[in-house]
Each structure stands twice: as C-alpha cells, then as structure tokens.
DNA sequence: CGAGTACCCTGTTGGC
DNA sequence: TGCCAACAGGGTACTC
C-alpha cells in the first residue's frame, strides 16, 4: 500500500477487457493508495483517480516477490514497486479478468453492478438476511452462489455453509422454518470468518497470499471434494449432486 | 421468465 | 507406461 508502480507490463488477451497496452501505460507511475473488494472483484485504487477491477477467477493469484524472481506462467500483468519488490498477477486458466476504470464510474461498471450485501461486512445484519431470504425463492445452493444475493461466495463455501446449516443443497427457501433461516445466517459469517481466518482453501500450489503462503481451511474442509468419504458427524457416505453444471456435496443423512 | 446447458481455458486426474 | 478424455471452476450467453 502506497507504493508507486514505477514500471507496468500487461500481456494482451482476452482476459484483459480494457487494452492491455493502454492499461499498463496509465499504471505506470501511478501510486496505490487503497486497495478494496466487491465480492469477488479486488479494486486496486490508484491515485489520480484510476481503478484497476481484478478478478482472479478461480485460478487467479496475485504474488509480491523480490524483482529476480520470476514466477511462471500466465502471468498477465507485472508491476515494478518503487520499493524494488514486484507484484505479478497469474491467471493459467484465464477465468477471471482485468479492467481499468476511473474512480468515478465503478458503480456503474457492469462487472460490479447487482454484486449484493458483503457477508462479511457489518451491513449483513440477520433483518437484511431475512427479509433478501423472503423475497426469494428455489434451492439454496445457487441462492448462495448468486452475486446478487451477496457476494463473494463460491462452490466450495456454498456446500461447507449449507453442511453447517444442516440444510441440503437443494432445499427451497421458502420451505425454511425461521430456526433454519437463522442457522443458515449464522453460518455464512461463521464459515466464512474462520475461512478467512485459516487464510482460504489451497488445493495446490496456486492458491496462496501474496507471498506464496497456503491458505488452510482445506484441512478443515466437512464436505466439498469428499464425495464418497463418511461425513465427520454420522459416518453415512457423503453424496455428489450435480445440477446447472455445478456439483455439491452433502451429508443425506445431517442435511434436510 | 425461469431453469437448464454450452462455452471459455488449462492443469490435473482417472481410465483404458 | 502412456495417452487421451473427463473434470474442475465463475460468469455469461444462449436455448427450451
């Protein structure tokens, strides 16, 4: 934070949805003054009133590493600090992208717009919680991965919130007693608290912090990726369900 | 209009 | 052992 980039490489490419060229050139000499998140979108704040959106998809990372390093492939923006570190920005899968803005019209960037209530933010009160829930309708599972609902909540997430709720992938929410409402609401900030906490999920070597360091909520992972494992509480065979081409896994026997 | 699906992309994994 | 198909993921665009 603070740091000036003094020098700004950007790899042209689809992943790149202002000119690469033109980003890069107005990155260069800028200072960061503040770096935000709208669910999943990072805001790098620059002065002079630039904003870089970053979303790293699901195999984004961004790395701040000494200037002889040169971490491998995919690597889709690089920014020389004043202080002689480097920040390099990996993407191998290329889901996620980049966009220069101007301060001014974040809000009305596309890529920004309808991303709802941060769950991890003092406004995700159980009064805004309930009242979103009502006016909704259809399973659970894609009601937590919809941005719109709020955001910042993905695949892995969605099933570990829904285990902690005992509530199944595909339940309705109009089905929820109030009790079940509440326990959901509780456990979105308590999964997501000691998600962060741990530092995230690493599955492998690309998931990291900055400095290349795992998260380790992985180890503490109930359900997502064990299909076919016993679930930690009752020992019944987690199950695999597939639906809108996205997969959840679920206890059948703690999940109603 | 809502639900379902194909696509984007590449590293990893499982099956033959 | 080696090759290739399948799969994973978020978001968007499309079809039914």
């Known amino acids: 934070m603070g740091r000036r980039w003094v020098a700004v490489t950007a790899k042209p490419g689809r992943i790149f949805r202002t000119p690469a060229p033109a980003a ?5 000499g800028a ?8 669910g999943k979108v990072l805001l790098l704040e620059f002065d002079g009133g630039k904003v870089l959106l970053v979303h790293l998809g699901m ?24 202080d002689g570190r480097k920040l390099v920005f990996r993407d191998p899968r290329k889901f996620g992208f980049y966009r220069l803005a101007k301060a001014g019209e974040t ?24 009242a979103d829930l009502r006016a909704r309708k259809g399973a659970l599972k894609p009601l937590l991965m919809d941005q719109s609902f709020f955001g910042g909540i993905g695949n892995i ?9 005992r509530l199944r992938p595909m339940r309705g929410v109009e089905t929820l007693t109030p009790v079940e409402a509440k326990d959901l609401f509780h456990s979105v ?11 995230g999920t690493s599955f492998d070597e690309a998931f990291t912090d900055v400095y290349g360091k795992p ?15 016993p679930c930690g509480h009752c020992s019944t065979e987690l ?18």
């Open 239 to 256: 199950k695999l369900i597939r639906s809108g081409g996205r997969s959840s896994v679920f206890c059948p026997h703690c999940q109603k």
């Open 189 to 199: 900030r308590d999964v997501l608290a000691s998600a962060i906490g741990c530092g």
């Open 31 to 38: 200072r960061l003054e503040k770096a935000g998140r709208r």
């Open 59 to 82: 195999s984004g990372q961004v790395l701040l590493v000494p200037p002889a390093e040169h971490p491998e492939g995919h690597v889709h923006l690089e920014a020389a600090l004043d």
């Open 24 to 28: 890069a050139r107005a990155l260069r």
């Open 107 to 130: 809000d009305s960037l596309r890529e920004l717009a309808g991303i709802g209530t941060d769950p991890t933010a003092p406004g995700f009160t159980w009064e805004k919680f309930s």
């Open 157 to 165: 997430y969605s099933d570990e919130i829904l285990f902690a709720s």
């Open 215 to 229: 998260g380790l909520y992985g180890g503490r992972l109930a359900v997502y990726g064990k299909q076919g494992e």
